[in-house]
């Protein structure tokens, strides 16, 4: 066996496909190769430190919503992000100011169709200019 082959057959072994015989192949060959048994012994304690791990477990609930909630401010705040005026005077909560740029249009609209003319519309503005002459 060269050592390709002894390599394929630690793949083998180590996902439990390799029959008594490839093993029993394998074994006399890492008794007669030296980097070949330094792999194995390697590849082996891996694999045992893998299967024998236990899963961490999941911090408490109170403590992943906060961070989840700072890694979204963190992505709010970001400096890729766009903050507008309004967001800033709002404390930087996107929400709350789409609102308030949604309800002062909505505002903007009532007050524009219930102007009974330009005129109106104008002194809701703060024009004026038409007056006078
Ligand atoms: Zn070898």
Do not use: F
């Amino acid at each position: 066996m060269n050592c390709s082959e002894a390599k394929r057959l630690m793949q083998m072994a180590l996902a439990g496909d390799a029959s008594a015989a490839e093993l029993a192949r394998l074994d006399a060959h890492l008794a007669e190769c030296a980097a070949c048994a330094r792999q194995w012994e390697a590849l082996s304690g891996a694999a045992a430190a893998l299967t024998s791990a236990q899963p961490e477990p999941l911090p408490q609930g109170r403590d992943l919503s906060g961070a989840v909630m700072a890694q979204i401010a963190r992505e709010a705040n970001g400096p890729t992000a766009q903050r507008s005026w309004l967001a800033e005077l709002l404390g930087s909560r996107p929400l709350q100011a789409a609102g308030a740029v949604a309800a002062t249009v909505v505002c903007a609209v009532i007050l524009w169709l219930a102007a009974p003319g330009a005129q109106a519309l104008a002194m809701l503005m703060g024009g004026g200019t038409s007056n006078g002459y």
